[in-house]
Every structure is written in C-alpha cells, then in structure tokens.
C-alpha cells in the first residue's frame, strides 16, 4: 500500500503563493488517482483537485479553478499542488489522497481511500 507525506504548508501573504508536496512510498504509485482536499474546523472537508493516474484528466473544485494546479511526478512519486492569489478562505488543512481503483478518470470525493497526515496553510490577510 502506498503511504503519503505532505509538506510545504505554512503562512502566506494574501495573494502570495505556495507549493504543497505530497511524497508516496511504494513502487505502485502510478498506479495511483491522487487528489487534494482541504478542512476548516467546523466545515466539512472539501474536494478541491484531483488527477488521474496517468495525469490525462483533472479536477478542480470552482472555489480554486483557475488559481490551483495539480500535478504529478510519478518517477520521484509525488504530487504537487500550486496554489496562487492566496485568499483568506484558502486558510486550512491540506490533505493528498490516493486510490487505485479508477484508472482513466478522476475519482469522486468518495472514491479515496488512503489519506496524507495533513498540513496547515495559513493565508495572512
């Protein structure tokens, strides 16, 4: 089974940028759907990007269109979220998430089943 490890969280200026990480072990990773959400206390998590296992398709969820970029690197088993013109609702917890059961589409919120540990992005306004 694949095991997931965020980085790059921390503080940004409002409009800033930043670039989370998601590192996988094991040797099956391209077999891999991998996708990001993200939690605020008190809401629910939110699906806010997913890729598909041979990067052919993605996701983004309307409140990131055109400001998140997903990608992948499946030879060093990472995958990468740009985030650009920070905004205070960005502030969360960011979590990557994996599954292997679609292999030509995006998988539905539901459809992960294999979770990172999470990291904090605060948006300074």
């Known amino acids: 089974q694949v095991q997931l490890v965020e980085s790059g969280g921390g503080s940004v200026q409002d409009g800033g940028s930043l670039r989370l990480s998601c590192a996988a072990s094991?040797?099956?990773?391209?077999?891999?759907?991998m996708g990001w959400f993200r939690q605020v206390p008190g809401k629910d998590r939110d699906f806010i990007a997913g890729i598909s296992s041979s990067a052919g398709s993605t996701y983004y969820s309307a409140s990131v269109k055109g400001r998140f970029t997903i990608s992948r690197n499946n030879a060093e088993k990472t995958v990468f979220l740009e985030m650009n013109s920070l905004k205070p609702d960005d502030t969360a917890v960011y979590y990557c998430a994996a599954t292997q059961e679609p292999k030509n589409r995006v998988p539905r919120a539901y459809e992960y089943d294999t979770w990172g540990q999470g990291t904090q992005v605060t948006d300074s306004s």
């Open positions: 094991g040797r099956t990773f391209s077999d891999y759907a």
